[in-house]
C-alpha cells in the first residue's frame, strides 16, 4: 500500500507531464483532435473514463468538458480489488502508488473541480448509473483480464451516443493478451468498427466510422512528426498513426578515423559492440512521453 510520504508529499505537478502515466504524445494529440472536432460540430455528450491511474488522461478530458457535460471517471484507486485475479495486477503494477488522494490532487492542479468519481470495480457501470447513449468519448484503460474488458465493452456500448467514440488502451501489448481478444472479439462478432490505431490505443465506433476517419484526415499529422499508412480490417479502413523514426546520424570522421587506425582484431570487436548498441536502441519503442 502507498505509505503517507508518497501520497502526501508528492509536489503537485506544474505540468501534464509531471503527472505520471502512460499517455502519451501521440495519444494525447488524438484526444485532443477528436474531442475538438466532436465540439466544433456542435455534438454534445458526458465524457467517460475507465481506469484513470493518476489522470494524466482525465486532466486532458477534462480540459474538453462543454457547459452541461459531465466527466465520470472509475477506477479502484486505493481500494481493495474484488478478485484474486484483478488483485494480483493491481499489485504488480500499481499499488504502490495509485491512490484516490494522489489522483484528486493532480486533477485540481490544473481544474477547478473535480470529476465525478467513482471509486469500484467498473463492473458497478454495468447497473445503468451511466445514462444509454450519453456519452460522445469513452476512454477504457482499466484491467487487462479479457472478462473484465469485455464487461467494459458492454458498458461503453451502452453509455456512447450514436456517434460516440471509444479510445481502448493496451490492445496490442505483448503482456495484455486479454484486452487484445476482447477488443477483437468486439470488432468481428460485436460490431464495433475501428478507425485509428496507434502503438498504444485502438479507437472505434458504433457508428459513422467513415465521418470519423475524415475527421481526423482533416489533421496534417506528417507535418507533425507523425507516420499515417491505411489499412483494411474485416472490410473496413483504418488509419494508423505511429511516430516517425529518425534517420540514422552518420558516423562522424573522427569516429571512421579512429575505427581505421585501430589493429584489426580491436577494430572487429568495436564495430560488434557499435552494432549490438544499435540493434538494442532499434528494439526500444520510441519514446514520446
Known amino acids: 500500500m502507498p505509505t503517507a510520504e508518497t501520497t502526501a508529499t508528492r509536489p503537485a505537478p506544474l505540468t501534464r507531464d509531471d503527472i505520471p502515466g502512460w499517455f502519451f504524445r501521440l495519444d494525447r494529440a488524438a484526444f485532443g483532435h477528436l474531442l475538438a472536432a466532436q465540439t466544433t460540430a456542435g455534438a454534445t455528450g458526458d ?22 457535460e459531465r466527466l465520470t471517471v472509475c477506477d479502484l484507486f486505493d481500494s481493495e480489488a474484488g478478485d484474486a485475479d484483478n488483485a494480483a495486477e493491481m499489485a504488480m503494477s500499481y499499488r504502490k502508488t495509485l491512490t484516490r488522494s494522489a489522483f484528486e490532487a493532480n486533477y485540481l492542479a490544473f481544474h477547478g473541480e473535480l470529476p465525478e468519481i467513482v471509486q ?6 454495468a ?21 473484465h474488458v469485455a464487461g467494459d465493452i458492454a458498458v461503453t456500448r451502452a453509455a456512447l451516443a450514436d456517434n460516440g467514440v471509444v479510445a481502448l488502451d493496451d ?20 460490431g464495433l468498427r475501428p478507425v485509428l490505431l496507434t502503438p498504444m490505443k485502438f479507437y472505434g465506433t458504433w457508428g459513422d466510422a467513415a465521418a470519423v476517419r475524415q475527421v481526423l484526415l482533416a489533421r496534417d499529422w506528417r507535418a507533425e512528426g507523425y507516420t499515417v499508412d491505411d489499412d483494411t480490417i474485416a472490410g473496413e479502413p483504418v488509419l494508423r498513426l505511429n511516430y516517425q523514426v529518425k534517420a540514422p546520424v552518420q558516423q562522424s570522421t573522427s569516429r571512421r578515423l579512429a575505427l581505421d587506425l585501430l ?7 568495436t564495430r560488434r559492440v557499435l552494432r549490438t548498441l544499435r540493434e538494442r536502441r532499434a ?7
Not at 47 to 68: K, N, P
Not at 283 to 289: C, E, I, K, W, Y
Open 120 to 125: 469500484a470495480p467498473t463492473s458497478v457501470l
Open 127 to 147: 447497473d445503468g448509473r451511466i445514462p444509454a447513449g450519453s456519452c460522445r468519448f469513452v476512454h477504457v484503460d482499466a484491467s487487462h483480464l479479457y472478462e
Open 171 to 190: 490492445y496490442r501489448s505483448e503482456h495484455t493478451p486479454g484486452v487484445s481478444a476482447a477488443v477483437w472479439e468486439a470488432v468481428f462478432t460485436g
Open 263 to 269: 589493429p584489426p582484431v580491436a577494430t572487429r570487436a
Open 283 to 289: 528494439v526500444r519503442p520510441v519514446p514520446a512521453s
Open 47 to 68: 465524457i467517460l473514463e475507465l481506469g484513470s491511474y493518476l489522470g494524466r488522461s482525465a486532466v486532458l478530458l477534462g480540459d474538453h468538458l462543454q457547459t452541461g
